[in-house]
């Protein structure tokens, strides 16, 4: 049992991570739900194997690195949630023998990413995530682009200061159209309007998001500023001040009420122009809602019913097994054709050999498919009545389906390669393809059809290749006119001047995304101090861990890849960062190392400062270094050390008056080569400024 335990907590810590962190779920919300629900149940049983750190403790964790994470005022809590009309009539016979017969009112389930605005005075002043419940990240900048949510409040006896709290998301229309741009332009596309939301709201740049089209709406005001005294009421207060409510919630005196209002949005839902998963319950009276209180994860007053995830159930026809430019190979299940949520259904994916085995799919099983928001569907179960008799458990194969090559698996990767990168044609194919993409080298006019007409007609077999074409031999190739091939020509030629970091990216090092290849070139300067560096130098550049320093290191080691960079080097690509004016050389010769969180600036633009002032930021405390910045949380050890050691400590304040201080630079200082030491130090090298 403690065993079974075990495997469930690790199960849901991974899937709690791909949801909650990496925005990449790879399990529907009904599957999580019940391990969890089993967990939960299984712990309950078993006291003896409690554990502090299970994932049946914690809430999920959305922070991140980038924005400020500031407290919550009140935590803001999830919701129990239920698939059972049965359990549901549990909820509702526990809250009346607690507070007697109440009111209820019934709510969408919006499917988006919560949300707490602070309004001071009628203004918006602060927008949070929920973060871990506790706290979460401050990004107002990006709130308010929403259309939807009110910078100041208009209406009577609006309250000094108040807290309200909804739900931010994506319209069908909207996330149509970013996957379509993102389609066009090459990038990865978002697997349901949820992920796109919650990942438009850590954006960056604030244009982009005001560009995607997020929606808001308002579902629960808290704090002492609320005068309501029921939720309803606060609902039609927040509606009268300007906040966007939803028409489709209502007041219902029964149990029965609220069955209807579920099974009426179990099947209207779909015509909705925007995601919902369920319908929330809420006591509508604040007296009874206090009365009934809390326990330590979720309110006692509240409750979501979730919809089921649309099924159908359909044959397994084949497998096909699709190579990707990095060689990794994804099993794609061919389906006959069945009738899913409005569209017909052909195809639907299945992640690699372990989840086919832990599912146990067999060719010619009958197979539940399920459409749970997602663009592609995926296979949920077998229904094992319908097996023949004689099927045989799946093979997985054993061979690349492109090359023949055998396949390997890496350490901690759940998918099977091929590892013959330079020969297997879908993986030359797919890295030029990736290599010409917009937000690599940017090269116009060449589509996917053309590069693999390029492949097949023994014109370019890698992305060096493409800086010796010439525009006769593109011009006789069918769809390809005189006009259309100059132009590419003149594309590739202008791709000689894109800037260093998206050239790393376009050389297609696996794991190294478009960030990572931008805090590489920001720390190394130039692509012969990458291409030195040890895997340890490798890890000191930030986001570098040993998986992807080690890929780095392997990528480089490999005498074709070196070849083709020999070559791309004398064809006149951008191997080196862009130098940068200095601001001033008053840390020059300083080492200087940042620790713990910083109210003002993110890391990364003390990190730029630093740089900007001639100083070098170093990750380690050491007697090398001049001076530590020293933010909230820093570690103690860290703390320790840089105290024995006598290194000047200084407060982000301090920081910024130090730099303030600064005088202009000599000009001559200002357009000093990078000196040719060895890579890790060369941290402090002008960098390009596109990175921040
Ligand atoms: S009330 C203390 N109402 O569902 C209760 N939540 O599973 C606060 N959600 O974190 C939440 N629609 O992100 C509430 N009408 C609604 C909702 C809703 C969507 C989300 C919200 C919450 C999650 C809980």
Redesign the pocket.
């Known amino acids: 049992m403690k065993q079974k335990i075990e495997e469930l907590r690790r199960w849901l810590n991974y899937h709690n991570r791909k949801y909650y962190i990496d925005n990449a779920p790879e399990v529907s919300d009904y599957e999580f739900d019940q391990r969890m629900h089993e967990l939960q149940r299984l712990e309950a049983e078993h006291p003896e194997y409690d554990d502090p750190n299970s994932p049946s403790r914690r809430v999920g964790s959305d922070l991140t690195t980038e924005f400020r994470t500031v407290e919550h005022r009140y935590p803001?809590?999830?919701?129990g949630?239920t698939y059972s009309i049965e359990e549901l009539h549990e909820f509702f016979d526990r809250v009346e023998r607690e507070v007697g017969k109440v009111e209820y009112v019934c709510?969408?389930?919006?499917?988006?990413?919560?949300i707490s605005l602070t309004y001071h005075n009628g203004r918006l002043t602060r927008a949070v995530t929920?973060g871990d419940g506790r706290s979460g990240d401050d990004v107002t900048t990006n709130v308010r682009t929403i259309r939807t949510i009110p910078l100041e409040l208009t209406g009577e006896n609006v309250a000094p200061l108040f807290e309200i709290?909804g739900?931010i998301f994506m319209p069908y229309a909207s996330f149509d159209r970013l996957n379509a741009e993102r389609e066009q332009a090459g990038d990865q596309l978002f697997a349901n309007p949820r992920n796109a939301a919650a990942g438009t709201l850590k954006q960056q740049n604030s244009a982009v998001v005001a560009h995607r089209g997020l929606d808001c709406t308002l579902?629960?005001m808290v704090g002492e500023g609320v005068t309501a005294h029921s939720h309803w009421e606060s609902l039609e207060m927040a509606r009268a001040w300007g906040f966007k409510i939803?028409r489709e919630a209502c007041v219902c005196h029964s149990a029965a009420e609220v069955d209807e209002f579920i099974a009426y949005w179990d099947e209207a839902r779909h015509k909705l122009p925007f995601p919902t998963d369920g319908v929330?319950i809420?006591v509508n009276d604040y007296q009874a809602q206090q009365q009934l209180g809390f326990t330590s994860k979720?309110?006692r007053w509240?409750v979501?019913y979730k919809f089921k995830a649309e099924q159908a159930l359909t044959r397994l026809e084949s497998v096909a097994f699709q190579v990707g430019r990095t060689g990794a190979i994804t099993p794609v299940a061919n389906l006959s054709p069945v009738l899913l949520a409005g569209t017909t259904v052909k195809r639907a994916t299945l992640h690699n050999a372990e989840q086919i085995a832990q599912l146990d799919i067999r060719l010619g099983d009958m197979v539940y498919v399920e459409k749970g928001g997602e663009i592609i569907p995926k296979i949920t179960g077998i229904e094992l009545s319908e097996r023949k008799s004689d099927s045989e458990p799946f093979q997985y194969i054993t061979h690349c389906p492109e090359c023949g090559t055998e396949l390997t698996r890496y350490e901690g990767e759940a998918k099977h390669y091929c590892p013959n990168q330079s020969h297997c044609p879908p993986q030359i194919v797919g890295r030029i393809i990736h290599f010409i993409r917009r937000k690599a080298m940017d090269i116009d006019g060449l589509g996917d059809e053309t590069v693999e007409l390029l492949y097949e007609n023994g014109l370019v077999r890698d992305v060096a290749d493409l800086y010796d074409l010439r525009a006769p031999q593109l011009a006789v190739l069918p769809r390809l006119g005189e006009k259309s091939a100059e132009n590419i020509i003149k594309s590739i030629k202008r791709s000689k001047s894109v800037p260093f970091a998206r050239v790393l990216f376009a050389l297609g090092i696996r794991f190294v995304g478009e960030t990572t290849a931008k805090y590489l070139a920001a720390h190394f300067g130039t692509l012969d101090a990458i291409m030195n560096a040890t895997v340890e130098q490798l890890i000191e550049a930030e986001e570098v861990g040993d998986k992807i320093a080690r890929s780095i290191a392997e990528f480089f080691a490999d005498d074709a890849n070196r070849t083709i960079i020999e070559r791309l080097r004398v064809a006149g690509v951008q191997f080196e960062a862009e130098a940068r004016e200095l601001h001033s050389d008053l840390l020059a010769g300083k080492n200087v190392v940042i620790s713990g969180k910083f109210l003002r600036h993110s890391r990364d633009e003390l990190k730029e400062l630093i740089e900007l002032h001639g100083g070098k930021n170093l990750a380690a405390v050491s007697a090398n270094v001049d001076y530590l910045v020293a933010g909230e949380n820093m570690g103690p050890a860290k703390l320790q050390k840089a105290t024995k050691l006598g290194i000047k400590m200084l407060t982000e304040e301090e920081f910024e008056a130090l730099i303030a201080s600064a005088p202009a630079p000599a000009k001559a200082e200002q357009a000093a080569q990078p000196t040719p030491e060895p890579a890790h130090t060369q941290s402090a090298m002008p960098i390009q400024g596109e990175l921040f």
């Not at 803001?76 to 919701?79: E, G, P």
């Not at 389930?109 to 919560?114: E, I, L, Q, V």
């Open positions: 803001m809590l999830s919701l949630n709510e969408l389930k919006f499917d988006g990413t919560a929920r709290r739900e579902y629960q939803s929330v809420k979720v309110p509240a979501a």
